[in-house]
């Protein structure tokens, strides 16, 4: 497994990008609304991305047939947009990607649909949290197995489980680069973090069964037993001795 570390022009590259990607999601975001298709925010956010004069990630990428992924509730990531029309009380998944310059951005984040329940906000709240928590622990030296641990246990103080079967890659000149970085695990255990790596990191939490199963478009996944699902995902570069956020403002 050949880790492809990144020089400092090159991360600086990706920074451009991925201040682009999140100014991209903060439009995207103001668009969620009850009675809105999910292919409105395709068209969204491909005029978006090249207005930007970017290119979309996922477009066409292993035949997925959109820049979007607009995964609805119990469904938790790869879901392409189609007619379907948002409702009060859903939670939207949003995963995009772009280009810049030849480097990959990649981020996540769950949107409430109007007026959702306390679950929904819980399970919201608590996975956003797991990646803050994770991101704190980003340094040299640092396992894979202290990152996952760290996330899996945020989940399990709120009841929630992490689904095992996906989790966060590097990234950079393709969309995924190794390492994998799993959900869960052993403090000091795994891979140890090195500078110059940029990675994804992206929680995916599920009120009840984390086992998963492929959804009819043949694209998408979602839990086998229909539960609330959430994930949110940022790209991020280790610097000296820190983990900075490139996908935010």
Not at 122 to 151: F, P, Y
Not at 162 to 179: A, D, W
Request: net charge positive; aromatic share 6%.
């Amino acid at each position: 497994m050949k880790i492809i570390l990144k020089s400092e022009k090159e991360i600086s590259i990706m920074r451009e990008g991925g201040k682009i990607l999140a100014e991209i999601f903060e439009n995207l975001e103001k668009k969620v609304k009850v009675g809105v298709k999910t292919k409105e925010l395709e068209k969204i956010a491909l005029d978006l991305i090249f207005k930007k004069g970017a290119r979309p990630s996922f477009l066409g990428y292993q035949g997925f047939p959109s820049c979007l992924c607009t995964s609805i509730n119990e469904e938790i990531v790869h879901c392409p947009p189609s007619e379907r029309i948002l409702r009060k009380g859903d939670i939207l998944k949003l995963d995009l990607g772009i280009i810049w310059k030849g480097f990959h951005l990649d981020k996540a984040v769950t949107v409430p649909v109007g007026k959702v329940s306390s679950l929904a906000k819980r399970l919201i709240k608590t996975t956003k949290k797991c990646l803050g928590e994770a991101i704190k622990k980003i340094k040299a030296g640092v396992s894979l197995g202290d990152i996952g641990w760290t996330i899996e246990n945020c989940a399990k103080k709120e009841k929630f489980n992490v689904i095992r079967s996906l989790g966060g890659h590097g990234i950079g000149r393709s969309l995924h680069e190794p390492p994998f970085f799993p959900n869960f695990g052993e403090r000091g255990k795994g891979l140890k973090l090195k500078e110059g790596m940029v990675f994804c990191l992206e929680p995916m939490l599920s009120v009840g069964d984390a086992r998963l199963e492929q959804t009819e478009d043949g694209f998408g996944y979602r839990t086998v037993d229909r539960s609330l699902t959430a994930h949110f995902e940022e790209t991020i570069a280790l610097l000296k001795n820190r983990g900075e956020i490139l996908t935010e403002k």
